[in-house]
């Protein structure tokens, strides 16, 4: 059996949480990727990372019924999650598959290949797009969202000084994550990366991307992303922070989830 990649078991024990966010932030921002990459009737396509299938679904449903679409994830919970969707929309053009992106090796080219807000969890990211980019027929296309300037940091700041507050040294173990984000989070820096990477025709839009926050989501959102991995174990200091909080942002508070949206074509 292959080793279980060391993010599944978090994506797994938040994959509810994750899909109470799809409605006002994942939902909407899978179609606009899909719009983006132009996912047209008979083509194949690949959603590398797909989660609960915000982008498996509309690029299915774009595709059409005579398509190849490959929904590939690490998470079991959040396959489970689209598998379920798809059976709901009787989709039977797509195919869900528990592997690590960067081992999938697919029986065919795609004409799209996708990938939501994880291209920067790849533990090579530049390695990671060639990758990607291999696995499209020439003049196929690549289509990325990624985290804006500015994005999520108030949020994810907030939360990280209610967890430092509670003492000890905090790792965070997605630093390096982190640092992929930073690298590719304005539209200048993305465009250049990807064109260094012998890509063509690279675009890269910045969207606005205000997400209203009730407590019940602002946590649901800490506990169905990779910011769970800096909550304190011990019950009483993890009440403490989710108390403190949830206190600090307020009965409403509107989250920048402000994206980019790139993308190019494989020469």
């Known amino acids: 059996m292959p080793e279980q990649h060391p993010l599944a078991p978090t994506f797994d024990s938040g994959a509810a949480d994750f899909e109470r966010l799809a409605p006002s932030l994942w939902n909407p921002m899978g179609n606009a990727l899909v719009a983006a990459a132009d996912v047209r009737l008979g083509d194949n396509v690949l959603d590398a990372c797909c989660g609960g299938g915000a982008i498996t679904i509309p690029a299915a449903q774009s595709a059409g ?3 190849i679409v490959d929904g590939v994830d690490i998470s079991a919970d959040l396959l489970a999650v689209a598998g379920s969707k798809a059976e709901t929309l009787s989709l039977e053009n ?7 992106v960067m081992d999938w090796q697919p029986g065919t080219q795609y004409d799209a290949v996708l990938c939501g807000y994880a291209v920067f969890f ?11 980019a291999s696995l499209l027929r020439s003049s196929g296309r690549l289509a990325l969202s990624t985290w804006a300037d500015g994005s999520l940091t ?4 907030t939360l990280f000084r209610h967890c430092a507050a509670e003492g000890g040294e905090i790792e965070v173990p997605t630093a390096a994550a982190r640092e992929n984000m930073l690298r590719i989070n304005t539209p200048e820096k993305a465009t250049a990366w990807l064109e260094a990477l012998g890509l063509e025709q690279v675009k890269a839009v910045h969207t606005p991307v205000p997400v209203q926050l009730s407590p019940e989501l602002a946590w649901s959102l800490v506990l169905g992303s990779a910011l769970r991995l800096l909550l304190p174990r ?3 200091a993890l009440r403490r922070v989710r108390d403190g909080f949830l ?3 307020g009965p409403e508070y509107t989250l920048n989830a402000d994206t980019l949206i790139v993308t190019a074509q494989k020469p």
Not at 154 to 157: A, G, L, V
């Open 154 to 157: 108030e949020f994810s700041s």
């Open 247 to 249: 206190a600090e942002l």
């Open 234 to 236: 011990d019950a009483e």
């Open 94 to 100: 797509v195919a869900f598959h528990q592997a690590d």
């Open 65 to 67: 019924p005579d398509a």
């Open 122 to 132: 790849l533990p090579d990211m530049d390695a990671g797009v060639r990758h990607l």
